[in-house]
């Protein structure tokens, strides 16, 4: 399994990104997740396979939207009314093999990682 992001850019705060990840397999969930330097990696949104469901963390709800693309195997985070401390490196990732939980952003097997892409607010 592949993963590729892109979209990551330096923007003023109050601005908007959307970030996209390419991957090769589509029949799992799938999640969003940022590192910050000096802290911990956090989950930041993800999305059930089909699309209907998605979790968010407390700090991004509202200004985050998290959607998949099956037809084009593409995950998306639109990401509006960034602040400073949205800056990190974010990385997509594939779902755990066991599917949708209600921990899905807190729980383990997220298995496959992509590179990852740098959001700086300022």
């Known amino acids: 399994v592949q993963l590729v992001e892109s979209g990551g850019d330096s923007v003023q705060a109050g601005g908007s990104l959307t970030l996209s990840c390419e991957y090769t397999?589509?029949?799992?969930?799938m999640g969003w997740f940022r590192q910050a330097p000096g802290k911990e990696r956090e989950g930041v949104a993800a999305?059930?396979?089909?699309?209907?469901?998605?979790a968010y963390a407390d700090s991004v709800k509202g200004r985050f939207t998290i959607s998949r693309d099956s037809a084009k195997n593409t995950l998306y985070l639109q990401m509006d009314s960034l602040k400073p401390e949205d800056t990190a490196m974010y990385y997509c990732?594939?779902?755990?093999?066991?599917?949708?939980?209600?921990?899905?952003?807190?729980?383990?097997?997220?298995?496959?990682w992509g590179q990852g892409t740098q959001v700086t607010v300022s």
């Open positions: 397999e589509n029949s799992r969930c």
């Open positions: 990732a594939r779902g755990p093999s066991d599917g949708w939980s209600l921990n899905m952003l807190a729980r383990a097997g997220y298995d496959s």
């Open positions: 999305v059930s396979t089909g699309g209907g469901t998605t």
